[in-house]
């Protein structure tokens, strides 16, 4: 049985994770062992359900021996928790190792890459389209035939400046001789929300209903996640991410972005996948989240930046006066509730009294007005001297101690 396509078709939704397949082309590596990890942790998200929920792209087993061995042990140690699948080109030879990658993993999958456009096919294959597009289909069928059990998924490169007609007219050829999905990536990332939703539409009528389509968008213009909704939107609901939005280039949807907005508010859920959309067999453990991304950014090196959402350094901290006292008014969820992370208030130049008096109270002062004063003609000082705007709480409770030692008892 396909559980991602039995998935799609009961309008679930499947994360097609690339954070350790496109997410090397971000200039970073996962070692085997944390690719298991993140596979095991990520499926964890959805309990026993991660197969259904997540297709996790272990590698690119033609790369080398070692991204092969790295696949291997993915499929091995984590097919309980995802659906493991091996990336290879459109040739024989890179699809029986995919197969070799995964094969004997509950719920294995390969994707074959398929050049569909006139710039792409002339740059990878050195033919037209409808020649990439017709080896292509002569590639997945020797790979069905050879698949023993293990879905094979393709990626139509380029997808979005093909011809549509003929995108269309491939994609359910392909789905009649055995393809599980029809991956339309975007490639160079340069689509508008309403041109995604649109070559969707087009692609997904002409292809026929037993097509499932999977969205791989790119963030070239800041888009990734918009273009990725209108995907959703227009019907599909596989779609690949990668956490942080680590994939070629500027990246692409970030997981934990994704994930979040479609699972934390079931009236935006709405507004993307239909008024009586339920997208999932288990729901997520979004307080799971911050974890898993303080992982992957330790592993990486991407950092975990003040603006990153969801999982980013500023979630969850309060820095000045009004949204010390009204933090509901001034956030669109609440960071404890949905991701388990406590409200931190934190001290920078735009501190407030309040805000002040917070701070030393949680490091141990309880201060009068007039050491409030003090202490906050200090802090500002402080900021402006160093130009940097957060006052670290070792120097903070170095000047109180100093401060409240000064002050005689009353």
Known sequence: MDVVRESAAAGRVVFFEESARDGAQAKTMMSAAFRVRLAREQGALFGPDGPRHVVFAAGFPSVCGQEFEATRQVALEAQESVSPSAVCRGTAEDVRLALSAVRGAAHGRIMVIVAASEATARALVHSDARTSLGRGLDVLKGAVDLADGIAVDVCLVDA???????????????TAHGAATIVLADTVGDLLPGQTEALFRRVAAGAGPETVLVSHLHNDLGLGLANTLAALESGARVAACSWLGMAERSGMVATEQLLFLLAHDRAKAARVLGPDCEPWWTRPDLTRLP???????????????????????????????TPFTHPRTFQPYDPQQHLGLEPTVVLTHLASRRVLRAVAARLGHQLDPDQTGKALAWVKNRAYRQNQALVADADFAGYLEGLTAATPAR
């Open 291 to 321: 974890g898993i991304a303080r992982m992957v950014s330790e592993e990486t090196g991407v950092p975990l930046t003040v603006t990153t959402p969801i999982v980013g350094t500023g979630v969850a901290t309060i820095s000045t006066g």
């Open 160 to 174: 979005p400046r093909a011809d549509p007609a003929l995108v269309a007219e491939y994609a359910g050829r392909m």
